[in-house]
């Protein structure tokens, strides 16, 4: 079977600083400057004018670009370094350590300088919208070559435009043709927020398209008309989003899509790509083609009229067991502006305040001295989903699941020989506030001895075994409350241990 091998990852590249000028085939090169993965200074105007340069664009997450580097390899080979040039680019612009590590493995193949474009300074100037991209500059320092893609076919007719430019021809045009695959959406190259997106794209009516997320499990779907969509779900982090289709020779076209995902809050996985927003008037007008854009007027039809029409795409909303209260009987319209511009269904209030609108009782637990990170931070969307999810109060997962996201140190707990009921019933909100407190005690809903009494009922200083509420005999490095007294947790660990009765690392000869 023929394998095509060709991945097209469109780049929203001009929203990061603004339009910049785009050299075209047959004006002069524009020289970069950039530093290698072994901290080499390249500077591009060392070579234009004095040899033939070969520009290769591309991504460690773009499947195409990774096997096409042996195909470069092989131009290498070819020419003399006093004849030719080649420096590579790459545009991964989060997560350098992996990179560097990545491309270590293809050591033998990449004998040309690889510089990381992080600022995108490379690729603007060349107006990179798809990878793997080639840039071929003649002897005389004039753009004679572009192309994008990595097939058999594409990789042949390169190699061919670098030797006519090695050899001084002229008369090189740029090279196009109608891919067999789009992805159209999310636009490649930007970040989100949200969890899940849906992917759109064009392909043969009738093909069977699959998507497979960071080289995972696949998930397919039939092309209808001439388009497809999938909705996949997303990580934190740097998302690679596959798309494959059987071309009709019985081989295989991939399109890639490198969408990052923020967190809503905290720090350390962010990504300078700008935002990738689907409802905004320059995306849609792809699909205004087929497709009605506008909802009704609310006015005389109602919400439900404009709810119904935002479910033809966003049936799982209504999909779970939970569903939040204003879809149900006021329609999307309580929450988002169908009127704003350009980006359209903005909601109303950023934050908790669009919470408060409805949710006016919660704002007792601002006022209180200790708030849970995401209360502080106003996101009550970390944990709970705004649309609808399978567990009660609309949490995104189970509590004690959900929990964990981000208290990971709670792990551990599971591997312990005796594990609390309550946390082995990920039941953290029976014993923690989940908004906030008055007291810094980690959000307990009681405090000290008397939370676990709430539960142990049977147990009292006089039908207990050892003393509680009391000083210890001797100074021990053993937590005691304000006044210096025993507690429960003196001598049990609250959540897990391996000690019988959940007794602390030691158990009793630890004190005695």
Known sequence: MRVLRSASLAIFLLVLAGPVYAVQVGERAIPFQGVTLTGEKVDLADSIGKRAILLKFGSIYCSTCVSSLEDVAHIRKRFKASDLQIVGVNLDVYGISRVRRFYRGYANLITYPLIVDEKLAASRPYDIQSLPAHVVIDKEGVVRYVSTGATEEDLKILEDVVARVVRGEKGIGKFTRKPPLQVYFPINFTKTLQDSVYVVGK??????????????????????????????????????IEVSVSDPLGGKVTQGVVLFREPKMGAGIESPFPVYRFHNEKNEALCRKCHEMNPPEQEGRGFAAATRFCLGCHKELTGMRVVHGPITVGGCAPCHLFSSRPNRYEVIAQGQDLCFKCHEEKRKDLVKSYLHGPMSAGLCTICHSPHGSSEKYQLRRYVGDLCVMCHEGMKSVSFKKDIHKPVNDG??????????????????????????????????????????????????????????????????????GDEPKLLVKGGCSRCH
């Open 203 to 240: 392909a043969k009516r009738g093909a069977r398209v699959s998507l497979a997320l960071n080289g995972g499990s696949r998930q397919a779907a039939t092309v209808m008309r001439d388009l497809f969509y999938l909705r996949t779900p997303l990580s934190l982090g740097s998302n690679y």
């Open 427 to 496: 039941a953290c909100t029976a014993c923690h506030e989940p908004h906030s407190s008055d007291r810094n005690d980690n959000f307990l809903k009681k405090p000290g001895n008397e939370l676990c009494l709430s539960c142990h009922t049977g147990v009292n200083r006089t039908s207990h075994t050892h003393p509680f509420g009391v000083p210890p005999k001797k100074e021990r490095l053993i937590k005691l409350d304000k006044e210096g007294n025993l507690l429960c947790i003196s001598c049990h660990e609250p959540h897990a």
